[in-house]
């Protein structure tokens, strides 16, 4: 099994910057796409960015300019840099990732995983 844990939603006044953090665990044979999703209260969920493994990035329209994110991929760790925050930003954020995971000594499943969420509130 793999899990995505993430981490580093609070609450921020707007115009503040903040980073979010995700790192995927267990036994991964190879991560693949990693990114960030979000989710708003009353609206569906939406892409923020996705980050392959060698640093292409796809940015959501809305967070271009303000949103960076980054990978380690030695700990399959990515990360979310926000700035700019506006209070249209305020929602759950969701770490999504491509995983390959390793079932026998030769095989692998390939496995799209999602972190649990963390909170976002931009408010004054």
């Known amino acids: 099994q793999v899990q995505l844990v993430e981490s580093g939603g609070r609450l921020m006044q707007p115009g503040g910057s903040l980073r979010l953090s995700c790192a995927a665990s267990g036994n991964i044979f190879r991560v693949d796409d990693m990114g960030w999703y979000r989710q708003a209260p009353g609206k569906e969920r939406e892409l923020v960015v996705i980050?392959?493994?060698?640093?292409?990035?796809r940015y959501a329209d809305f967070v271009k300019g303000r949103f960076t994110v980054s990978r380690d991929n030695a700990k399959n760790t990515v990360y979310l840099q926000m700035a700019s925050l506006k209070s249209e930003d305020t929602a759950v954020y969701y770490c999504?990732?491509?995983?390959?995971?390793?079932?026998?000594?030769?095989?692998?499943?390939?496995?799209?995983?999602w972190g649990q969420g963390t909170l976002v509130t931009v408010s004054s």
């Open positions: 999504y990732a491509n995983v390959w995971i390793k079932t026998g000594q030769y095989t692998n499943t390939n496995r799209e995983v």
């Open positions: 980050a392959t493994p060698d640093g292409a990035t």
